[in-house]
């Protein structure tokens, strides 16, 4: 297989999507509209999956910072690598750009119509403020304890010269601390049968991807087992809310579930959905970001050491590895009417695609981007128009708190207990994994202490 480079350039020219508003006629102006490559959508595709932040780079050295490309199933996108555009589409106008229109068309099949991801508009800002309060700062420093517990647990297990493979680690411990906050206690063979599932179904794959775009294939085999998986997840999560509400202690209790059970009434649909949502959003995010920071630090000794002993550092080095390692590459909005943004004229129905990873890594923002140097970060807070892991604006990640300090207490309570050093002579490269872009060995390290 060719490179992204060489495909394209073998393929061809390019071709427009968005016009710049007549007051800003490019000929007059002297300024190109978005121009994408014309390969076919199909290879398009691969090259975005298989290659994601190569291709995103040719394209932008190509086309400029705001390109198009097309991708099945969203068909034509232009991808925006510009920060002040993308500050623009953060800021809004939210009744005209839409979140929920994108996302749905891969997560409505798994979180449902109602999922906070898959809405829009009124019932979006609704879903929000139900949602928020578990993941407000105070409450977050209350679940410490679980999540120290949680890496402990997994520390316990690995034996000093033992190979570990922190995704898969890093997982276990993300998944336990989600299920804690959400469901509060997680024994019993129903929850045992949720965590297997939550693994299972998380490892995307052709099958399951295809299933997610076009949920009707799932009355036909391959797809049918994981589209049963999806339906006996929503039984359990049924069946919990059920037994929540009923619950003698229900008014007492702090983890999620209870507090959207008491907040939301009889919708069981509803509660459903956030629940799914949770679980999705919630876990696999913050196994990768973990796993780069993990595999980050395993080769950058000093930055290790530091990090052992100062927790300004250990912050640092988690806002570096959000930068260098961004785990989601782009988030999606879909306008709803005609639009002017940054002097492009979009039309109705245009899917934008705020590059988050190509700012991260813009040498013009960034000195020296592909060093890992979490100093960068010392003494100083990141600017929200270039450093944007969370996503922004009305949509930004409800979970960024609770994310960080996860991570906070995870790599704290595996700096303490242990030591452990790189596996391979190489860096881990950036694969996309499931929907985030992961070490391509899942991070290697050896414990050495
Ligand atoms: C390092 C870990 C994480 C990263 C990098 C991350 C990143 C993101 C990004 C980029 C978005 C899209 C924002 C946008 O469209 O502008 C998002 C949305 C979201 N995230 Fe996270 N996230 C992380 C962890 C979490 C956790 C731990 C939770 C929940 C416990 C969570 C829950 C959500 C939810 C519910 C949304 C949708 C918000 C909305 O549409 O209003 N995330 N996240």
């Not at 570096?320 to 979009?346: D, H, N, Q, W, Y």
């Not at 490269?429 to 872009?437: F, P």
């Amino acid at each position: 297989m060719s490179t992204p480079e060489q495909t394209a350039a073998e393929q061809g020219d390019q071709e427009t999507a968005a016009q710049r508003p007549v007051s800003q006629c490019p000929v007059a102006h002297g300024i190109e509209p978005p121009r994408g490559s014309r390969m076919p959508g199909i290879v398009q595709l691969y090259l975005g999956l298989r290659h994601t932040v190569a291709f995103s780079r040719w394209s932008q050295r190509t086309f400029g910072d705001v390109f198009v490309a097309k991708a099945f199933p969203m068909g034509k996108s232009v991808y925006i690598a510009d920060p002040e555009l993308v500050r623009e589409i953060f800021a809004g106008p939210h009744d005209s750009l839409h979140a929920g229109a994108t996302n749905g068309i891969f997560l409505k099949a798994i979180f449902g119509d109602r999922g906070i991801l898959t809405v829009d508009g009124e019932e979006h800002a609704k879903t929000r403020k139900a949602l928020m309060p578990p993941f407000r700062g105070k409450l977050i420093d209350g679940y410490a304890g679980v999540m120290r517990e949680e890496a402990e647990r997994r520390i316990a297990s690995w034996k000093v010269g033992d190979v570990i493979r922190v995704e898969d680690e890093a997982r276990a411990i993300t998944l336990e601390v989600i299920l804690r906050t959400v469901f509060g206690a997680v024994s019993g063979p129903q929850m045992d049968e949720l965590r297997s599932i939550v693994i299972k179904a998380s490892k995307f794959t052709p099958v399951s991807t295809t299933w997610m775009v076009f949920p009707k294939l799932g009355k036909f085999r391959p797809w049918r087992s994981f589209a049963q998986l999806i339906e006996r997840t929503n039984e359990l999560l049924e069946e919990f809310i059920e037994e929540r509400r009923n619950a003698p202690d229900l008014a007492e209790r702090t983890d999620t579930l209870s507090l959207l059970v008491r907040s939301s009434g009889e919708d069981n649909e509803w509660l459903r959905n956030q629940l799914m949502s949770l679980l999705g959003a919630g876990h696999e995010t913050t196994t990768t970001s973990l796993a780069w920071a993990m595999e980050l630090l395993s080769r950058h000794p000093e930055a290790r050491e530091k990090a052992r002993e100062s927790d300004e550092y250990l912050d640092a080095v988690i806002t570096e590895t959000l930068r260098i390692r961004t785990v989601l590459p782009g988030v999606g909005r879909k306008t709803s009417r005609a639009l002017t943004l940054g002097g492009f004229a979009f039309k109705k129905g245009t899917m934008l695609n705020p590059q988050i990873e190509a700012i991260h890594n813009d040498p013009r923002i960034w000195g020296d981007p592909e060093t890992f140097r979490p100093e960068r970060f010392l003494n100083t807070k990141p600017s929200l128009t270039e450093y944007i892991p969370f996503g922004g604006g009305k949509r930004r990640c409800i979970g960024s708190i609770f994310a960080l300090k996860e991570m906070n207490v995870a790599l704290r309570t595996i700096l303490d207990a242990m030591d452990f050093e790189h596996v391979g002579a190489e860096a881990e490269t950036q694969k996309r994994a499931h929907v985030t872009l992961a070490p391509s060995k899942g991070g290697l390290i050896r414990r050495t202490r």
